[in-house]
């Protein structure tokens, strides 16, 4: 089974590379990703580690924006709070550190993807790049995209998987990556959504192929704890977007 699996994959994989497949995906010059942050804190307390959402979060979060080019392309360029001092109330909002670190996974993101960023115009200054994020994120709200389609977040409901998707293609035009997360014996969460943008940072297709038929949900294993499941959704279940406010109490506590 597994053997006719990867064989599959093969196929597809060759079969995208011949296609127009191959353009969108070398297309994409950065990828914009958004977190559920209930879905986020709820992993990372079945693994015994802090998470807290701030009263005032009541959306989907930025995770990073990361361009394609690489990853760490300028130890000579270091993150300076300094420079995006006027962002910094809005970043705490938009692209809170749940871990409650601070500024420091701004810093990780700074250092790991932008300082990738300073071929693009629009990105080649600190400022720049958090201010890009924010913008994206101000254009991108998913809990509206989804509510339009009438999904909203829910203690039990489940949704099909092909209605998120759906929801996201008719805001973008396109398919971005929707990632889920499953802990052992429970449903799938909606997790993270990758929107992936081409040069003038605007949506294109993401590598779908690779995405949906090659990664499923693959487990992350931890020392001594319970392996989590992370990844793209399984398409044939249904998809948990986990409710809000019990949520949150139930993580804040
Ligand atoms: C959000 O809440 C935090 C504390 O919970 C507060 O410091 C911050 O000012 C609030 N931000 C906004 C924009 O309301
Ligand atoms: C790395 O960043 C420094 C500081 O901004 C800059 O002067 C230098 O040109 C950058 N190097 C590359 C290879 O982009
Ligand atoms: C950080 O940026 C500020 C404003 O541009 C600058 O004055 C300061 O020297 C920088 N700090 C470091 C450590 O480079
Ligand atoms: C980016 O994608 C949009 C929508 O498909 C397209 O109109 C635009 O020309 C593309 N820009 C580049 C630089 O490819």
Redesign the pocket.
Known sequence: MMEVFLQLCVLLLVAAAESSHRKEYTDVAVIFTQQWPMTFCLEKHAHQEPCVIPDNVTFWTIHGLWPKNGEFCNASW?F?E??IKELVPLLKLYWPDLKGHGSEFWKYEWDKHGTCAGSLPEMNSEFKYFNKALELHHNQNLLKILSNMGIVPSLKNTYKFADIEMAFHKAFGVKPKVQCIKEKDQKQMLGQIEVCLNKSLLPIACRVIHQYVCRPLVEVKRDGRLPALVGACQRSHGVLHEEEVSCRRRLNK
């Open positions: 270091p300076n300094t420079k």
